[in-house]
Nanobody, 116 residues
Framework: QVQLVESGGGLVQPGGSLRLSCATSGSIFRLYTMGWYRQAPGKQRELVATITSVGRTTYEDSVKGRFTISKDNAKNAVYLQMNSLKPEDTAVYYC??????????WGQGTQVTVSS
């Protein structure tokens, strides 16, 4: 069983930055593909960024060049650095861990609000 706990959300002005953290439990964290998803009110949950066990990253087009996903295997943690935030980035952000169909986990989410 893997537990994911997000932190770092909050209210920020447009153009500002936030760093989300996802602390995980589980001794095989380094084997998982980790990801950040977000869900805005009235919209479906969407993939924001992923990082594989070997550090390969992917990003949703609207966040490329602004967001950076990273992980620290020693700390069993994954991060999402968000810069140049826009109001449309407002959403609940979820941490996700996947090894295969039997090992797929979600965090509880953290709210990010971008507003002046």
């Amino acid at each position: 069983q893997v537990q994911l706990v997000e932190s770092g959300g909050g209210l920020v002005q447009p153009g500002g930055s936030l760093r989300l953290s996802c602390a995980t439990s589980g001794s095989i964290f380094r084997l998982y593909t980790m990801g950040w998803y977000r869900q805005a009110p009235g919209k479906q949950r969407e993939l924001v960024a992923t990082i594989t066990s070997v550090g390969r990253t992917t990003y949703e087009d609207s966040v490329k060049g602004r967001f950076t996903i990273s992980k620290d295997n020693a700390k069993n943690a994954v991060y999402l650095q968000m810069n140049s935030l826009k109001p449309e980035d407002t959403a609940v952000y979820y941490c996700h861990a996947n090894l295969n169909s039997n090992y797929d986990y979600w965090g509880q989410g953290t709210q990010v609000t971008v507003s002046s």
